[in-house]
């Protein structure tokens, strides 16, 4: 399958809320997908801290997934989550971009399965994982 980055990023231009986040698609195609958040002070969720808002987190967790079911090649339409879980394992640092990158490894006739990983710039441990489920279109 082709490289989808440049579309994915045409698509995510469209949804304010990505746009309002500053995500940026990084990597797309073939069931994975790779998108990033730039640190802004505007989605600090702790100002004595700096930390970036968990649901800032959530979010980007969320388009990620469903960007990587969106791209995957089985996949012959749109989608939307039906299930997301989100265990949050440390704070991101403040001031580093925080990236996602999510896996699609299961595709049925009606749902879709997907793990995520969200990372900052300096650690080898993660920020957030997630698993998830969205809908995947009837194919015709």
């Given at each position: ?48 801290t ?35 879980r989100?265990?949050y ?52």
């Amino acid at each position: 399958m082709p490289d989808m980055t440049e579309l994915a990023q045409q698509f995510m231009t469209t949804l304010p809320h990505s746009v309002l986040l500053g995500m940026q698609a990084e990597r797309m195609g073939d069931g994975e997908a790779v998108i990033s958040m730039p640190y802004k002070d505007e989605l600090v969720g702790d100002p004595h801290t700096g930390v970036i808002h968990g649901g800032a987190v959530s979010s980007l967790m969320d388009t990620c997934c469903g960007a990587a079911v969106m791209c995957h090649p089985d996949n012959k339409g749109g989608t939307a989550t039906i299930d997301l879980r989100i265990d949050y394992m440390r704070p991101a640092a403040p001031g580093q971009t925080i990236t996602a990158h999510a896996t699609c490894y299961h595709f049925s006739r009606s749902v879709a399965f997907v793990r995520a990983v969200a990372m900052d710039e300096d650690s080898e441990h993660p920020v957030a994982t997630a698993t998830g489920a969205f809908t995947v279109e009837a194919k015709r």
